[in-house]
């Protein structure tokens, strides 16, 4: 595996490439769903780049960025044994340099939810995004849709810049027990561990309802809640059922629907998601 620390590296690297490049975007601490999208890629194109950048961009002032993990050696070895060709690594000032001043936005789909949340995350998303997409022009480049507003975001920016890539989602890779698999579930303690599956839980039982015939979404989010408030450790931030594409609330569905969780255990907050229909 080779690995790149600067920009003109990596394009020299893509510029003396025949056949296609699958591009997987990663903050680092790499897990099964990490490696389930370089598999993808993989299967895919003829080489596949791993970038990893801690990016401060989509860290508000008061989140987690200078405790988020990282663990270069780890990530290292869990991708030269998956097969990556190449490693992106940059530091902070090779990506954004000083002056650096251009942003990204993507407008309403921005907004809600994480974005409400977190303001500017997905403006930072975006720039990143769009850098790492100009840096490594990829073929196609591989999300998960455990970050479905995220995935969202992308997709938009990418349709509306006309960038000459392919945006791959790749389903969401759990524990044995539900948990989605996430760097962030480092942070929880045992406790909070054990209670961690509750947002499986609670979309188990939306789907139940679902199942039964149930189309409002406030009953679908009513069924979230209750299985929610139930657990004592869990402090729910949202549980809503949206429209999968524009990611606003419905009243009846009339096609899919995608539910969003965003549930506090202790000071870790956990999102998932699952789409019905
Ligand atoms: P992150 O390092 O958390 O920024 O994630 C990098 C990419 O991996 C994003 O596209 C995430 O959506 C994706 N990802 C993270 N966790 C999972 C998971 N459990 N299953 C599938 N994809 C994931």
Not at 16 to 25: A, E, K, M, N
Not at 125 to 139: F, S, Y
Not at 227 to 232: E, K, M, N, R, W
Not at 256 to 275: C, E, S, Y
Request: a neutral charge.
């Amino acid at each position: 595996m080779l690995t790149f620390t600067t920009k003109t590296a990596l394009r020299a690297w893509r510029t003396s490439l025949g056949g296609s490049l699958g591009l997987v975007p990663t903050m680092g601490a790499l897990h099964a769903g990490h490696l389930s999208l370089l598999a993808a890629a993989r299967r895919q194109n003829t080489r596949v780049a791993v970038s990893l950048f801690v990016n401060p961009l989509q860290f508000g002032p008061h989140e987690d960025f200078a405790r988020y993990p990282r663990d270069l050696a780890a990530d290292r070895r869990l991708l030269e044994s998956s097969g990556c060709d190449a490693l992106f690594a940059p530091s902070v000032d090779e990506m954004i340099p000083p002056g650096c001043a251009t942003t990204v936005d993507v407008g309403p789909l921005a907004l809600p939810l994480e974005g409400q949340r977190r303001p500017g995350h997905f403006r930072g998303v975006a720039t990143i995004v769009t850098k790492l997409l100009a840096i490594a022009r990829p073929d196609r480049a591989y999300f998960g849709e455990k970050d479905a507003q995220q995935l969202a975001v992308i997709q938009r920016l990418v349709s509306d810049l006309d960038l000459p890539v392919q945006v791959c989602p790749c389903p969401v890779v759990r524990e044995s027990d539900g948990l989605a698999m996430s760097s962030r579930n480092a942070y929880l303690t045992a406790d909070e561990r054990a209670a961690a599956p509750v947002l499986w839980r609670a979309m188990e039982e939306a789907s139940r309802v679902w199942a039964g015939g149930e189309r409002r979404g406030d009953r679908l989010e009513h069924a979230m809640r209750a299985v929610l408030d139930a657990q004592p450790l869990a402090r729910t931030d949202y549980a809503v059922a949206v429209d999968p594409t524009t990611l606003e609330p419905i009243d009846r569905a009339h096609g899919p629907v995608r539910l969003l969780l965003a549930v506090f255990l202790g000071g870790t907050r956990l999102i998932d998601t699952r789409l019905l229909g």
